[in-house]
């Protein structure tokens, strides 16, 4: 009877998996009261229960088994990758290497840029609950960023280099604090201290807490939609045990002065002050953040924790021949965590497994040591009940393992690790692959991930597990020690077993349970083992490289006319015609002697054409003969892609001059209206501008102006119908891309609405669009009066104006007197371009004489002009005619008429 119920118990344990444990609790103590009460024997009884539930609580003894034991509480599996918001986000901070989106704390835009109001955002974002000195790392949009931390002159902060353009103008800054900061940030309250509904105060200092504040400035191009951050704050410091030269390390550490402490990401560290209990500030005295509450030093024996993290720190090989720390860890702690959960995660990032006896915490890590305890199967306690497990049941059965991790080069997105198959074991298994999946949510190392799993799934196959009693001599075993078992019944050679679980019992002998174990499981051979970890897919922004301007070449030409003739000397620019997404070509030419831009526009591109790979187009620019000139091109694309400049590559251009028929008397007329309306109709335009700019309100954003001075004086006086005044106005206006400087003064009398009046203005004012500075300066003399409807004016009036594209000036004075719309003028103005000058007079009569002789004057009247005597040189002539046209001499045709 005895014998039967033993082997239904052997049976149920071998077959039971740890998600049913409580189930076979219940059933082995249905069992254990049948075996009591059929024999009578209560301590047996009780014996099979302690057996009984000592194995079924303790199934998940691989490290296999015990990733893939459930958890009470759910632990994050990744990165946060969404920023929260709010004061009920839980408490929270980062240990090793991890990013987190963090807590928005503010939001905010100011500052102007040329004309865009409000074109800087900062957002103040929060990534953990303790001080964590050094530089941080920041993802943008999925980027992992540079941040230039030597440029310290912007107020903003570090400007970040993926979002510097070409042309060197920064739009991306990060400032940093670390946690120890003892006031409220300069640059927020500057900016946003004053604030009308959420202001940022003197008492807003984030102490204990690193941020990060960026600032972005508005650039479609390098923004163009919603912007993600993501932020990995440098490791955080804690005590470590091997640098405390009191407690048998050597070093400055000391537990209750952090200051001593440095940063780490090992793992066995960090769970060792998870254990004692994380503070802020001095363990005990501070404030409790997380885990223990100042457990002494002795619960965890020194010699142990610092054999835990030497292991951790043993450097091993890369297959690429580097070397990097066998174990890291990098996690974020929140404070909604169990910390049981949280140092689970660790062990699975260390294959590292921490015991408690007795009040007492040791861990392992990686493969156990020798043995430390040999016995035979003479050693038993065979009056004792045994068990053994000698396989699982095949829904427990694993022969490969998959695995994901967080991964920082694909924005700390969870990735896949290479699976770990292997043909062999699916064989033994029927030709069948049984899979699981383990989650390294605290290993964010891809070779590191590859060496955990190795051993996990070698590990897992190691199938055989006892429970039996050993003498009183085996009470000094600990969990996670190596013992060596001979046993002729089971064909056991020195076989290696790891001690698990150990229970004293009242009479000293000791209840163990071993699992079967085996040093090679933990060999690492990167040559063979390691595969590789790509980066899949494309991660944050997709910028490809700048285009070059190819096929790029520039020489000189000329424009003929009709007729065939050399009219204008110009430059040609070559390029590749053979291309896609390409609208146009813009070219920008310039003096080389000066380096001032003389050309910059875009040339029409049309389709691609594979059978004209190289395109040719003239300039329609105004070139100078004989000089030399440099141009560079750029392709202007459809989409939004980069491209980049062609080199300025020189071109001496055509000794092609101005002649005969570049003399165009036909616009003489349409000059001589515009100078017109430029001394006359003009000049009261301008005039009615330089009083709107004594009159300004730069409140008006279309202005352009962000500052104005001005200075005013006014005398008047009046009696009965009669007024007398005089005015005078100073006015100096500055923006961003111009500025003016003028000087106005208005003296007048008035008879009701006739008037005498005398106005000066003298105006200078200078812009700048883009890289193109217009510089421009008039000055305005009229002297005016009008009784009833007639008028009568004088004005004088100058002005030049300059530009990288050329220059003119004008000087003009002109005489009027009329009513409605009859008027005699008479008016004289010089014209000069970068072209040609002109000299223009408008007068009924044109006279030149030396004062005295009238008759030897030269007149000019009714278009014809007369002189009483001509000494000339040489003449070159069409036609020479008589007064009474009877004679006639055609040079043009080489002939002379006469008639009667």
């Avoid at 005895?2 to 049913?20: D, N, P």
């Avoid at 105060?201 to 102490?207: A, L, P, Q």
């Avoid at 899979?435 to 996990?456: C, D, E, H, I, S």
């Avoid at 004005?795 to 409605?820: I, K, L, M």
Wanted: charged share 25%; aromatic share 8%.
């Amino acid at each position: 009877m005895l014998r039967i119920v033993l082997l239904a118990l052997a049976l149920l344990l071998a077959t039971t998996a740890h998600a049913h444990a409580g189930f076979v609790a219940a059933a082995v103590g249905a069992i254990a009261s049948a075996i009591s009460g059929a024999i009578g024997a209560a301590g047996l009884g009780a014996l099979l229960l302690k057996t009984a539930l000592t194995v079924a609580f303790n199934v998940g003894v691989s490290l296999l088994e015990r990733a893939l034991l459930k958890k009470d509480e759910p632990v994050p599996s990744g990165v946060q990758l969404d920023v929260e918001v709010g004061d009920d986000a839980p408490i929270g901070f980062i240990v090793g290497d991890y990013a987190t989106a963090g807590t928005r704390r503010y939001i905010g835009v100011w500052g102007r840029a040329g004309k865009t109001p409000n074109a800087f955002l900062t957002d103040v974002i929060q990534i953990g609950d303790m001080p964590a000195p050094g530089r941080p790392e920041l993802w943008v949009n999925g980027e992992l960023c540079t941040i230039d931390w030597d440029d310290d002159s912007y107020q903003q902060g570090h400007p970040v280099l993926e979002y510097r353009t070409e042309s060197g103008k920064n739009h991306l800054w990060v400032q940093y604090l670390d946690g120890t900061q003892d006031a409220a940030d300069a640059f927020l309250l500057e900016k946003f201290g004053n604030d009308p509904d959420r202001p940022w105060k003197s008492d807003m200092i984030g102490r204990g807490c690193p941020i990060l504040i960026i600032t972005a400035q508005f650039n479609r191009d390098l923004f163009p939609g919603q912007v993600q951050w993501i932020g990995m704050p440098p490791p955080v410091a804690f005590y470590d045990v091997r640098k405390d030269s009191s407690a048998g390390g050597d070093g400055p550490h000391r537990w209750h002065d952090p200051s001593t402490w440095e940063p780490t990401r090992n793992p066995a560290i960090i769970i060792y002050n998870i254990i004692r209990g994380i503070y802020y500030g001095i363990p005990g005295a501070g404030e409790w953040m997380f885990g223990g509450q100042n457990l002494p030093a002795f619960r965890l024996p020194a010699a142990n924790w610092m054999a835990a993290a030497n292991e951790c720190d043993v450097l091993v090989n890369r297959e690429d021949g580097t070397q990097e720390p066998q174990f890291r860890v990098g996690y974020e702690i929140r404070g909604t965590l169990e910390p049981l959960s949280v140092i689970e995660e660790m062990e699975k990032a260390c294959s590292g497994r921490v015991v408690e006896m007795g009040g007492i915490f040791k861990m392992q890590v990686g493969a156990p040591g020798t043995a430390v305890y040999s016995f035979t199967d003479d050693d038993i306690v065979v009056t004792q009940g045994q068990s053994l497990r000698p396989w699982p049941s095949l829904e427990e059965t694993y022969n490969a393992v998959e695995a994901t991790y967080p991964e920082p080069a694909e924005a700390w997105g969870t990735k896949d690790a290479p699976a770990r198959y292997s043909s062999e074991l699916e064989a033994e298994d029927g030709d069948r692959r049984l899979a699981t999946g383990v989650n390294f949510a605290a290993a964010p190392y891809a070779v590191q991930v590859q060496r955990l799993l190795k051993p996990m799934i070698e590990e897992e196959r190691r199938f055989r597990i006892h429970s039996f009693y050993l003498p009183p001599e085996a009470w000094l075993l600990e969990p996670n020690d190596v013992v060596s078992w001979t046993s002729p019944r089971n064909g056991y050679v020195n076989k290696k077993f790891r001690v698990d679980r150990i229970v004293g019992e009242p009479g000293m002998n000791q209840l163990v349970l071993l699992k079967e174990w085996d040093p090679s499981d933990y060999d690492w051979n990167p040559a063979t083992d390691e595969q590789p970890t790509g980066v899949s897919g494309v991660i944050g922004p997709v910028r490809p490289p700048a285009q070059l301007m190819s096929g790029w070449q520039v020489g000189p030409a000329t424009i003929y006319d009709a007729e065939g003739k050399a009219r204008r000397p110009t430059i040609e620019v070559f390029f590749d015609g053979d291309l896609d997404d390409v609208r146009a070509v813009r070219v920008q030419v310039r003096l080389k002697a000066s380096q001032v831009d003389v050309f910059d526009g875009e040339q029409p591109y049309g389709d691609p054409d594979p059978d004209n790979p190289i395109r040719s187009v003239l300039l329609n620019g105004t070139f100078l003969p004989d000089t030399q000139y440099e141009a560079r091109g750029i392709y202007v694309p459809y989409s939004g892609r980069r491209e980049k400049w062609s080199a300025w590559l020189s071109v001496l251009t055509d000794n092609v001059k101005l002649g005969p028929d570049d003399v165009d008397y036909g616009d003489i007329e349409e000059a001589v209206e515009d100078l017109t309306r430029w001394a006359n109709w003009n000049t009261r335009e301008e005039l009615e501008e330089a009083l709107a700019n004594a009159a300004l309100d730069i409140e008006d954003e279309e202005t352009g102006f962000e500052d104005k001075q001005e200075l005013r004086r006014e005398v008047a006086s009046t009696t009965g119908r009669l007024r007398a005044e005089v005015t005078e106005d100073i006015t100096v206006l500055t923006g961003e891309q111009k500025a003016l400087a003028q000087q106005l003064t208005q003296v007048k009398v008035t008879l009701e609405k006739d008037v005498a009046s005398a106005v000066e203005l003298l105006q200078t004012e200078i812009s700048q669009v883009g890289d193109v500075v217009t510089a421009n300066a008039q000055s305005i003399q009229q002297l005016r009066t009008q009784v009833d409807n007639v008028e009568s004016s004088i004005t004088v009036r100058g002005q030049v104006e300059s530009s990288p594209g050329g220059g003119w000036a004008r000087y003009g004075v002109d005489v009027r007197v009329g009513s409605g719309n009859d008027w005699s003028q008479g008016a004289f103005y010089i014209d000069v371009n970068g072209n040609q000058s002109r000299t223009v007079f408008i007068s009924d009569q044109f006279v030149i004489t030396d004062g005295t002789n009238i008759r030897q004057a030269f007149v000019f009247q009714n278009g014809v002009a007369t002189l009483n005597v001509v000494n000339v040189g040489t003449v070159t002539a069409g036609l020479v005619r008589g007064s009474s046209n009877k004679m006639r001499i055609e040079l043009d045709n080489d002939r002379i008429l006469v008639s009667d």
